[in-house]
């Protein structure tokens, strides 16, 4: 069921981002590649990369301390921060930091508790009216499948985080809009984010502005496609399974028309 709702929210973004892509065709520059260590979560010819957990680490702290504000990340759960690295304890305390909404109760109330490694990443916002409501009038959008959503995926996400400046002359911008070089039609909702030295690594890495915008693009690549390494794995089995049955297979046909030859 819940590989559904996925496929189903995948479809719909990609479609919003085709679209608003399409509408906006030439307004904005291509964004230059990027080296991701996992070769980009739509490469198919990287069987045998796979993520930088330091590095998604890292850009899971972005989310927390900067991201989670305003996005949500809806088809996560924070046991699935196991699979980056954290162990059982910290997962329980990362969960344990947060207020879930939950019930009702007996007395058919609503309540809130400590969150638990299987609660979903906690939405900042109780509905999209109120999101919506506090940015502006336009919800933030998830950022669950938001690499697989757009157009150039990561490279995307990173030119986007790092497109933003001043205007140039003659380009107006409407009030609440910021410039950016990347986003289509160069004036986005989002302020900037992301600044040098914004964070304090737990790891002691040196959180320039590039640093932040690879590191958070890469824990959104994993959240997009967190059994990358394992879909690529069972592909690669598959593919050479298919070439040993087909030389298996070519060598009985050669033995059984070897007469009538």
């Not at 069921?1 to 496929?7: D, F, Q, S």
């Not at 065709?25 to 957990?53: E, M």
């Not at 680490?57 to 046991?79: D, T």
């Not at 001043?166 to 302020?191: C, R, T």
Request: proline share 5%; charged share 20%.
């Amino acid at each position: 069921m819940r590989r559904l709702r996925t496929l189903i929210a995948a479809g719909a973004l990609s479609i919003a981002g085709l679209t608003s892509t399409a509408l906006a065709s030439g307004d904005a520059p291509l964004p230059p590649a990027q080296t991701w260590a996992h070769g980009g979560v739509n490469s198919f010819l990287s069987f045998f990369k796979g993520y930088d957990y330091a590095s998604v680490q890292r850009g899971f702290q972005i989310y927390k301390e900067v991201c989670s504000a305003c996005h949500s990340l809806h088809l996560v759960s924070y046991r699935n921060l196991h699979d980056i690295g954290f162990n059982e304890e910290e997962v329980k305390a990362i969960a344990a930091s947060v207020e879930i909404t939950d019930g009702p109760n007996d007395q058919g109330e609503m309540f809130t508790r400590p969150g638990l490694p299987s609660d979903r990443f906690k939405n900042p916002f109780p509905n999209k009216n109120a999101a919506a409501a506090a940015n502006g009038g336009k919800a933030p959008p998830d950022l669950s499948l938001i690499v697989k959503a757009r157009a150039h995926h990561e490279d995307y996400i990173y030119a986007l985080l790092t497109g933003y400046g001043e205007a140039p002359a003659g380009h107006e911008l409407s009030a609440g809009s910021n410039y950016n070089k990347y986003f289509p039609g160069n004036a986005i909702a989002m302020a900037q984010p992301l600044y040098e030295n914004g964070v304090t690594y737990t790891d002691g890495t040196k959180a320039t502005l590039d640093q932040q915008a690879h590191d958070v693009t890469s824990f959104l690549a994993w959240a997009a496609e967190p059994k990358l390494e394992e879909r690529r794995r069972v592909g690669l089995m598959v593919i050479l399974f298919l070439v040993f049955f087909a030389g298996i297979m070519y060598a009985a046909k050669r033995r059984l028309w070897s007469e009538v030859h």
